[in-house]
Nanobody, 110 residues
Framework: VQLVESGGGLVQAGGSLRLSCAVS????????MGWYRQAPGKQRELVAG???IYAEFVKGRFTISRVNAKNTVYLQMNSLKPEDTAVYYC?????????WGQGTQVTVSS
């Protein structure tokens, strides 16, 4: 299973980005999927996942969704803050293994 993230970039505080995670196989039967992030000098932390769960620091701002027909998971990020700056990683749990993408950089300027 291969995962490829896209959609990261540089955005001003208050702006929005939508991250995409394209999966190399059908995700119809893959239930645990989601997004983590890792800022410089910090541990990787959960941002949002399915079954639906959100970190407290993104509730009301970020939305996770999936389109099974496109084998893609999305993370819509609104009202971005400088502290959201990090590399964002997509994951998918399949047959007992957690698979990761290579990450996409999100930088929020103040």
């Amino acid at each position: 299973v291969q995962l490829v993230e896209s959609g990261g970039g540089l955005v001003q505080a208050g702006g929005s980005l939508r991250l995409s995670c394209a999966v190399s196989r059908s995700i119809f039967s893959i239930i645990p999927m989601g997004w983590y992030r890792q800022a410089p000098g910090k541990q990787r932390e959960l941002v949002a996942g399915m079954p639906t769960i959100y970190a407290e620091f993104v509730k009301g701002r970020f939305t996770i969704s999936r389109v099974n027909a496109k084998n893609t998971v999305y993370l819509q990020m609104n009202s971005l803050k400088p502290e959201d700056t990090a590399v964002y990683y997509c994951y998918a749990d399949f047959r007992g293994d957690r698979h990761w993408g290579q990450g996409t950089q999100v930088t929020v300027s103040s």
